[in-house]
Each structure stands twice: as structure tokens, then as C-alpha cells.
């Protein structure tokens, strides 16, 4: 049950980890404890009110870091840093599309024979295909730092004066 | 400053640090014993109601240095007592009308 939980804790923001997660579940099992000794139906009414109190708490704070409304969409606090990997994807998709642009323009200024606009449309696939594959290969690098825990790594505190 | 009225967790948890400082188990401990074992905080509310009543300046942490399992406390600013005592006057008037127009129709 502890290891579930301590599952559940990292769908909060990753602040809010850092600021509560040892002391929650640190609270976690000494309330666990205290539910062992009442028996089993304490036992399954405890696990069944901390599991959806994490998820309702977890949805909140998601919700409230990145003060997230339904009409006005995401208005994200002044906090949040985009990763270098993001940074650099964003670069190389920016030098795709004035690539594309320019490569649009110069056919456009040649002519109107009927083979450019198969030209124009080959370029827009040819482009298409390359912000997907750069998409793919984004979301594949953020998904393997996630799952290595590099990112967790860099944010560990080695002592608490650097809080 | 924030007046629309209080959930009953964090009145609880309010009313809970407004007689000590307290760790966060201690404060699950009182709410359940102050409500006879009718609300019982998950650690997800509970932190859910701390981490709002700290932002709104309302409460307060502080560590404890003696204290080995729980050094992190939390207790109530004059700010959160303030509120604290104003929501009890907006219940008390609550109470009172209630009494005014329910009772005579019991009897």
C-alpha cells in the first residue's frame, strides 16, 4: 500500500512533491499504522479514503499550479521553465517552417505550370512528416527522462539550506 | 483577502492549530476527535487545505529542532485567526437565525 501510494504522489506537480511529498507520506504510514491496529474493515475504509483523497488533492493541485480555468484555458505561473530539450524542438521546428516559407515563395515566384503546385504539395507533406517525426522524437526524449528519474535527480536537495 | 465561507475540513484544521502548533498527523488526530470520528481527513485533504491556508498567509511552518520524527510544524498567524474568529461570528449569526425561524415550526 505504501508503494502505491508513494505512486500515486507523483501525479502532483513536481514542486508540490518536493514541498509535501516525504511529509505525506510520512503521514501516510503513521495513519496506516493506527488503521492496522482497528482491524480489517478500518484497513479498506482507510485505503479507499486515502487513495481517492490523493486523486481529488492531486487533480486540485494540477489544476491550481497551472491556474487552469475552462475559459481561459492555461495561464501558467511565472515559475514554470520549458526543459533545454523543448527549447531546442521548438528551435529546429521554428527553422522548418521559415524553410518552408522560403522554399513556398521561391515556387510560387517561378510559375504556375501545373507540376510546381505538385511541388507545393510534396514540400507541405515533406514538411508535415518532418514536424511529426520532431514531435515523435520530443515526446520520446521527455518520456525517457521521465521514466530514468533524471529530472527528479536534478531537483534532490543535498542539504536543506539550499531550500 | 479571501471571504466566502470556509469547507468544514479546514474550519476543522483551523480550529484544530487554533489551540496549538501542531504536525500534520496531529492535526488528522484532533479533527477526528474534535468531529467524534466523523471527519477523518485523507493526507491529500489534509495537505490540500494546508497548502491553501499557507498561501493565503493563514498559517505558518516551522521546524522543530528536538523533535526527530515530525520536525515540520504548522500554527496560526494573527491573519488566520482573524479569519478563524469571523467565520465563527458568520456561523454564530447563522445559528441564531436558524434557531428564530426552525424552532417555532417544531414545536
Known sequence: MRRVYRGLLRLYPAGYIREYGEEMLSVFCRAQEAARRRGLKAQAVFCFREISGVLTGALHAQLHYYDWNPFRGFNMRSDFRFPRTTQVLMTLILVAVIFAIKQGQAIVADANAPENWTAVLLLFLWVFALLCALGSGGYAILFALRRSGLRRLSNVHTWRGQR | ?107
Request: charged content about 30%.
Open chain 2, 1 to 107: 483577502m479571501d471571504q466566502s465561507p470556509l469547507t468544514e475540513p479546514v474550519l476543522l484544521v483551523l480550529l484544530s492549530l487554533a489551540q496549538q502548533p501542531r504536525h500534520g498527523y496531529s492535526i488528522m488526530k484532533d479533527v477526528e476527535q474534535m468531529s467524534d470520528g466523523r471527519v477523518m481527513l485523507s493526507t491529500g485533504t489534509l495537505y490540500g487545505a494546508l497548502q491553501r491556508l499557507l498561501s493565503r498567509g493563514w498559517i505558518e511552518q516551522f521546524e522543530e529542532e528536538e523533535s526527530s520524527r515530525d520536525r515540520r510544524a504548522y500554527r496560526l498567524t494573527p491573519r488566520g485567526r482573524r479569519s478563524l474568529q469571523r467565520e465563527v461570528e458568520r456561523m454564530k449569526h447563522l445559528t441564531k437565525l436558524a434557531a428564530l425561524r426552525v424552532a417555532p415550526k417544531e414545536v
